[in-house]
């Protein structure tokens, strides 16, 4: 299985989650990565979530890290999707 037949099967498994899941999922998400010592770094590298898509809610982090003055390297995605 190749990179692109992962993404369609995740995409999938994506669009089946209701709002509160992909809440509940995030949240989840960054409890777990506060737990990781990763936290010292100077500038962090993090991407915009697609609400569109139902990608993780990166504002949980987003926002822990600005409390912790920490530089964001922002990445927003720009995807064409023909589905």
């Given at each position: 299985?190749?990179?692109?037949?992962?993404?369609?099967?995740?995409?999938?498994?994506?669009?089946?989650?209701?709002?509160?899941?992909?809440?509940?999922?995030s949240?989840?998400?960054?409890?777990?990565?506060?737990n990781?010592?990763?936290w010292?770094?100077?500038?962090y590298?993090?991407?915009i979530?697609?609400?569109?898509?139902?990608?993780?809610?990166?504002?949980?982090?987003?926002?822990?890290?600005?409390?912790?003055k920490?530089k964001?390297?922002?990445?927003?995605?720009?995807?064409l999707?023909?589905?």
């Open positions: 299985m190749n990179k692109e037949e992962i993404r369609k099967i995740y995409y999938m498994y994506r669009k089946k989650l209701s709002k509160k899941d992909i809440k509940k999922f949240i989840n998400i960054f409890k777990m990565l506060k990781i010592p990763i010292d770094n100077k500038y590298h993090i991407y979530p697609i609400k569109k898509l139902k990608e993780v809610d990166t504002y949980y982090i987003i926002n822990f890290l600005l409390k912790k920490k964001l390297l922002y990445h927003i995605l720009i995807l999707i023909f589905l």
